[in-house]
């Protein structure tokens, strides 16, 4: 099955910056939905968009899906210290996996 | 329960001698999922079970690795005579129903970290 391809591996910002993840795909998808993971531990979902959906808001994130580019963004904005985690897209294809990108390392330092 | 739990926490094991991991779902989930993260690296599909069905085990990478699920509650994934290439995090998921194309959240446990000496 295909695999998301996050960019940039690694991402280092400033706080109060907006920080921007991208995840690229080869194949259709239903959803994709992107998870942060703390210290190599539990990943936490944030935010999940359907296949016909453009835009998608939660609190300071925002996504965006564009399926004739087959790509997606995660906008972090105001980024805080909290931020700092590794931050994965998930894509929910045509079977009951959810296949996940390598992530992005977001760094936000004080 | 509150969430996903995992144990132990921490394994170090030798070489070629067995491990058990356990994952606790969240009460009412009938669906559970294994992944494998190497160090600095993505998670990796190993197995799912939903209720009584028959385990997806298309992602286990060698008849060493071994899942059971009895019904909607504790999972338990072998790895019989470990080698050094199996030291990973492993993580257990699960979601109320299957996810994928149905679009369900994944709710994770906080991971067995494996080391195999």
């Known amino acids: 099955s295909q695999q998301g391809e996050e960019d940039p591996q690694a991402l280092s910002i400033q706080e109060g910056e907006n920080a921007t993840m991208n995840c690229s795909y080869k194949t259709s998808i239903n959803n994709l939905q992107w998870y942060r993971q703390n210290s190599g531990r539990g990943l936490v979902h944030l935010i999940l968009?359907?296949?016909?959906?453009r835009e998608k808001h939660s609190g300071r994130l925002r996504v965006t899906l564009d399926t004739s580019k087959k790509s997606s963004s995660l906008l972090i904005t105001a980024s805080r210290a909290a931020d700092t985690a590794s931050y994965f897209c998930?894509?929910?294809?045509?079977?009951?996996?959810?296949?996940f990108g390598k992530g992005t390392l977001l760094t936000v330092n004080p | 329960g509150a969430g996903v739990s995992q144990s132990p926490s921490n394994k170090v094991t030798e070489k070629g001698k067995d491990v058990e991991l356990r994952c606790d779902p969240i009460s009412g989930h009938t669906a559970l999922y294994w992944y494998r993260q190497r160090l600095g690296q993505g998670l990796e599909f190993l197995i799912y079970?939903?209720?009584?069905?028959?385990?997806?085990k298309s992602g286990l990478p060698s008849d060493r690795f071994s899942a059971e699920r009895t019904g909607e509650s504790v999972s338990t994934l072998t790895i019989q005579r470990t080698q050094q290439e199996d030291s990973a995090v492993y993580l257990c998921?699960?979601?109320?129903?299957?996810?994928?194309?149905?679009?369900?959240?994944?709710?994770f446990g906080p991971g067995t970290r494996l080391l195999v000496l």
């Open positions: 998930a894509l929910g294809g045509s079977n009951y996996k959810l296949t």
């Open positions: 998921a699960s979601s109320r129903v299957l996810a994928g194309v149905r679009g369900e959240t994944q709710y």
């Open positions: 079970f939903q209720g009584n069905s028959a385990p997806d």
């Open positions: 968009i359907r296949s016909n959906e």
